[in-house]
């Protein structure tokens, strides 16, 4: 596991390594962190999925920036469908489908503002399958999500600012006849697939208005379906 830099056009942006142990090639995944930016606990997430025998880079969409400085405008930018962070989220991608010990086989897996990412590069990008986790949907999905990779998703239903997400996602996906799993947790709030607590006075807040955290108790079958969705998808490709 190593702080890296990997090229992002005319420039270079740091990045969170994870390499599984043993020898490659291994499929691997971009992870897309949430509004925080690029936490202990989203490097936790990179090193899940190498445990789990996937070649996993966090890059830092902030470029070392504190997160108050810079979420807005990557917001802005997640929901345009456009900008620097999309192309350091395709440079990511990229930069492991070129690597030696990758199969060139990639996913992205995305955590709230990242799961938002996450959908979006699914159909912009080269991406093998995307795991969107309480990820907010793009404007007029059925457009966005046209020629869209497999998608295995996760919501909480008591997420107030995600109502009704759940179910719109599986129908634009069947009606685009895309392999999905979609999934709505009751009982949980967002971020419940890790351990973000927002901080300061955010936090009081952040728990009652998103039930941020609410139902961690789903956690474990969220990661399983993304899992065993990303090795039919992901793994699984490389050896068909």
């Given at each position: 596991m190593?702080?890296i830099?990997i090229p992002?056009?005319?420039r270079e942006?740091p990045?969170y390594l994870a390499?599984?142990?043993g020898?490659g090639?291994?499929?691997?995944?971009?992870i897309?962190f949430?509004?925080?930016g690029?936490t202990?606990?989203?490097?936790?997430?990179a090193?899940?999925?190498?445990?789990?025998g996937?070649?996993a880079?966090?890059?830092?969409?902030?470029?070392g920036?504190p997160?108050?400085r810079c979420?807005?405008?990557a917001m802005?930018?997640m929901?345009?469908?456009?900008?620097?962070?999309?192309?350091?989220?395709?440079?990511a991608?990229?930069w492991?489908a070129?690597?030696?010990?990758?199969?060139?086989?990639?996913?992205?897996c995305g955590?709230?503002?990242g799961?938002?990412?996450?959908?979006?590069?699914a159909?912009?990008y080269d991406?093998?399958?995307?795991?969107?986790n309480?990820g907010?949907l793009?404007r007029?999905?059925?457009?966005?999500?046209?020629?869209t990779?497999p998608?295995?998703?996760?919501y909480?239903?008591e997420?107030?600012t995600l109502?009704?997400?759940?179910?719109k996602l599986d129908?634009v996906?069947t009606?685009?006849d895309v392999p999905h799993?979609?999934?709505?947790?009751?009982?949980?709030?967002?971020?419940?697939?890790?351990?973000t607590?927002?901080?300061?006075?955010?936090?009081?807040?952040?728990?009652?208005?998103?039930?941020?955290?609410?139902?961690?108790?789903?956690?474990?079958?969220?990661?399983e379906r993304?899992?065993?969705f990303?090795d039919?998808?992901v793994a699984k490709k490389s050896?068909?």
């Amino acid at each position: 596991m190593a702080d890296i830099m990997i090229p992002a056009g005319a420039r270079e942006l740091p990045a969170y390594l994870a390499v599984p142990e043993g020898e490659g090639p291994w499929p691997a995944v971009v992870i897309v962190f949430e509004a925080l930016g690029a936490t202990e606990d989203m490097r936790a997430q990179a090193d899940r999925f190498a445990s789990r025998g996937y070649l996993a880079v966090l890059p830092d969409l902030y470029d070392g920036a504190p997160w108050l400085r810079c979420v807005r405008k990557a917001m802005l930018q997640m929901r345009a469908g456009r900008g620097p962070a999309y192309d350091a989220v395709e440079a990511a991608r990229a930069w492991l489908a070129a690597r030696d010990d990758c199969t060139g086989d990639v996913g992205v897996c995305g955590f709230c503002m990242g799961g938002g990412f996450a959908l979006v590069a699914a159909a912009k990008y080269d991406f093998a399958a995307a795991a969107v986790n309480y990820g907010i949907l793009p404007r007029r999905p059925e457009e966005a999500l046209r020629g869209t990779c497999p998608i295995v998703a996760s919501y909480g239903g008591e997420d107030r600012t995600l109502r009704g997400a759940a179910a719109k996602l599986d129908r634009v996906l069947t009606t685009a006849d895309v392999p999905h799993d979609v999934k709505e947790y009751p009982g949980s709030g967002h971020s419940f697939l890790t351990k973000t607590e927002m901080p300061g006075l955010l936090g009081p807040v952040t728990k009652i208005a998103f039930g941020l955290g609410k139902g961690r108790e789903n956690g474990p079958d969220a990661w399983e379906r993304i899992f065993a969705f990303f090795d039919e998808h992901v793994a699984k490709k490389s050896t068909t």
